[in-house]
Nanobody, 131 residues
Framework: QLAESGGDSVQAGGSLKLSCAVS??????????MGWFRQTPGKEREAVAA???????AYTEPVKGRFTISQDNAENILYLHMDNVKPEDTALYSC?????????????????????????WGQGTQVTVSS
């Protein structure tokens, strides 16, 4: 099970840290490929950041240099650090995971995770950025 938190309303230029807590009898996030996605009404879901089995990370172009994905393997938490946020970052942010032992790099996870039917998803946390 995945549970996101940390969404909030923030002014442009500010920062947020989203968390995705992973639970379950076999949950060890270091064995999974995981990612953050975002969606706004009327638009397709967008992959934002991902981390692969090799620990490599990947980001969609609009967030490069501003967002950082990280994970705490001991606590089974995936994070998304969001700096210098912009109004266009406003969205419902969700985390997803597939595995264990998914075999994908960070870039492959960014591209493919949203297409995997059996991936696990959280309910999402809302981020609103005002100008």
């Amino acid at each position: 099970q995945l549970a996101e938190s940390g969404g909030d309303s923030v002014q442009a230029g500010g920062s947020l840290k989203l968390s995705c807590a992973v639970s379950g009898a076999e949950a060890r996030i270091r064995d999974y490929c995981m990612g953050w996605f975002r969606q706004t009404p009327g638009k397709e879901r967008e992959a934002v950041a991902a981390v692969g089995m090799d620990g490599g990370t990947a980001y969609t172009e609009p967030v490069k240099g501003r967002f950082t994905i990280s994970q705490d393997n001991a606590e089974n938490i995936l994070y998304l650090h969001m700096d210098n946020v912009k109004p266009e970052d406003t969205a419902l942010y969700s985390c997803a995971a597939t595995g264990p032992f998914c075999g994908m790099t960070g870039t492959q996870t960014l591209v493919n995770l949203g297409r995997i039917d059996h991936a696990d998803w959280g309910q999402g946390t809302q981020v609103t950025v005002s100008s």
